[in-house]
């Protein structure tokens, strides 16, 4: 059983600054690409910001310059730093990744934490 569990999310002004983390937990092997997707209320999903175990990132180009992702490979652990933000980035944020366990791989998703920024 694998579980992404995110936390950090909440309330900020325009212009404000937060910081979400996931953790993932369960009989993983590794983790090829872990990263954010975000859905705002009647839009599709979206990729967010993703890092690979080697570390090369990849951004969604509206947060290019204000986002920062980054991750702990001996923790299974990713952080997406937040600056700058904007009430256009107001979403539920999912944490992805793509998981190999000891007999299988595949893609897993948290529960999903709301950002909310006021005006």
């Known amino acids: 059983q694998v579980r992404l569990v995110e936390s950090g999310g909440g309330l900020v002004q325009a212009g404000g600054s937060l910081r979400l983390s996931c953790a993932a937990s369960?009989?993983?092997?590794?983790?090829?690409?872990i990263g954010w997707y975000r859905q705002a209320p009647g839009k599709e999903r979206e990729l967010v910001a993703s890092?690979?175990?080697?570390?090369?990132?990849n951004y969604a180009d509206s947060v290019k310059g204000r986002f920062t992702i980054s991750r702990e490979n001996d923790k299974n652990t990713v952080d997406l730093q937040m600056n700058s933000l904007k009430p256009e980035d107001t979403a539920v944020y999912y944490c992805?990744?793509?998981?190999?366990?000891?007999?299988?791989?595949?893609?897993?998703w948290g529960q999903g934490i709301q950002v909310t920024v006021s005006s």
């Open positions: 369960g009989s993983i092997s590794s983790i090829k690409v």
């Open positions: 992805n990744a793509e998981i190999y366990l000891v007999i299988t791989h595949g893609g897993y």
């Open positions: 890092i690979t175990r080697s570390g090369r990132t």
